[in-house]
């Protein structure tokens, strides 16, 4: 068998977002790839039909699309060399082209001259389209020829950037200062987009049923840090009303359901969680149902619910690309939850009983659901993303990792000393050999709110190809276990530090072929804050990788896109209110008495934890004489790791390989 290697990476395809046609025949689907040659990611759509897999488009760009009324598929791609042309010389300009399935090719539909988010179809041929609009172009309107040519590449490439607001930039999206995600209505017959919402207003999400548009988001202002509100819009009558105030009630909208729409909310700010404080701030918690009759007002309890709702939280490096969380399909409304240690599909029905687990365990990553029948997408044992039906069985065979060497992931559970099981695993070594002594990575996941469980991961199995064991475990602050075992609010680096110990402490019990003078420890985002703390608490690791960490939470609250709110949820504190909290949970703090010779990883386009994170960590470790070294990857984001540019995904494992060798071996 093969051994797995970070150059595996190039022999794997992505299977991600099953869509169910019109009629319920076909599953349309993508298949995404990494490309050495280009070094990004070629994506197409294949079809399922009668049990059948079949590539649909082959131009590399089919990252997306969206069924008909009529059963055929737009997605939006660049084949017109002119309107290429266009969008190159940096026009905001998204193109759409469309394929029938049952055969033809691929032919020009239209073009909306906006950046397209998402795209649904009205029942008179209209689209409700989600985009980005740029307040830059505004001024473009009146220009033509060379002016506005010269004005189009200042935008595209400018000298500096103007900020203006906050956040004034976000992970994945760069400067989004002067930008706003709006909703309108996009006429094909005439190719008009008319905004429903203004250009001070931030869109998250719609839907619609029958003549009525809902939407969340909020207006935006100098300090754009509200949660979303609900809106609703009148196709007919193109009245705007707000249902739930931005400040009043945390939601997120899932959808219509039988007129009305169910919400996963959270209406009791300061529900207390048992921590032995009393009140913490809501924000930290876990959702409920609601419905909400935008007819009659009013929002009513459906269910009270510990877990994630509409979205799954299991970690992997080995999946790409996205698709449907929740949906309602006649007298259910299905979503996808994160319960221990997997991601599950379930149910609400209308009396708000929630319905087992309808999917194994592992991760079902997303789904379809038309008259009762399910497409998933799932993530199980140690194959990558397949298509499953409602039933379990497999549909779709592009995953080949049986042909490679892989540890299995050993489960183990215990008990720590505040009374909570933890969960947790490991790998053996590829050539594990009773009686010989071998390294050991301890891996810490990100979040908090994330989990690891038993699926397929990349990088662990090539560590564990490497020749280490692989230890990883989902500490108190993880996903699915509630509200309770969740809530590590203001208490960042001791419970949680003192499970992750407690876990080491077990598995070194537990497998004694382990040398406990050779183990090292990584992680990222929450990982990486941990590990930086671990290093400033404890001598007992040989070597640490930090990836895209928090050293120091006043600078993340003040430098990041999310620094104002997640900062202060998380530390119960703002370097306003109680500076002496704040430094007291930063890792920076500590790394003075740090001995453990620490890699960094950092990102110059991360703006979920800036780099300047990793150089104050960096920095404080050469002033402390400690062997340390900082790997700065050029135009990569806070998803390095897991969708950045190919060569920088496998550059980024062998520095740490490569790091843990030195020290571990």
Known sequence: MRPITPETLYDFSFVSAPTLSPDGTMTAFIVSRADREEN?????IWLLEQGQ?????????????LWTKDGTLLFPCRQDPA????AEAGEPVTVYYEIDPRGGEARFAFSVPESVNALRQLDDGRFLCLYTHDKRYDALQDLTGQARDKALAEIKDP????????PFWFNGRHIISGKRTMLGLFDRAAGTLTPITGPDFDCDGFDVQGGLVAYTGGPVSNLNNKPSGVYTYDLASGQTACLLPPDKTPCGLLGFWDGKLLLAALTDMDRPVNDGSGQVFGLDQYDDFYLLDPAAGGMTLLAEYQASIGGGSVGSDARLG?????KADGDRFYFLTTVNDSTFLRYIDRSGVISGDLTPEGSCDSFDVKDGQIVYCGLYGQQLCELYDGAGRRLTHFSRTEEYAYAPPEEHRFTNADGYDIHGWAMKPVDWTPGRRYPAILHIHGGPRTVFGSVFHHEMQVWANAGYFVF????????GRGNDFGFISGKYGTIDYEDIMAFLDRMLEQYPEVDPARVGVTGGSYGGFMTNWIIGHTDRFAAAASQRSIANWTTFEYTTDIGLRFAESQMRATTDTDPEKMWSHS??????????PTLFIHS???????????????TALKKAGVDTKLCLFRGETHELSRSGKPKNRISRMGEILAWMDKYCK
Do not use: H, I
């Not at 309107?83 to 266009?86: D, E």
């Not at 000298?159 to 906050?166: N, R, T």
């Open 40 to 44: 990004g990611y070629k994506a197409d």
């Open 53 to 65: 897999v079949r590539q649909l488009t082959s131009g590399g760009d089919g990252r997306s699309f």
């Open 83 to 86: 309107l290429r042309k266009k």
């Open 159 to 166: 000298a500096y950037y103007v900020l203006e607001d906050y």
């Open 322 to 326: 996205g698709g449907r969380g929740a």
């Open 472 to 479: 990883f475990c989902n500490p108190r602050g993880s996903d």
């Open 587 to 596: 890792p920076l703090q500590y790394a003075k008495n740090c001995v453990t």
């Open 604 to 618: 110059d386009n991360d703006f979920r934890c800036w780099m300047s994170e990793g150089l104050a960590m960096f």
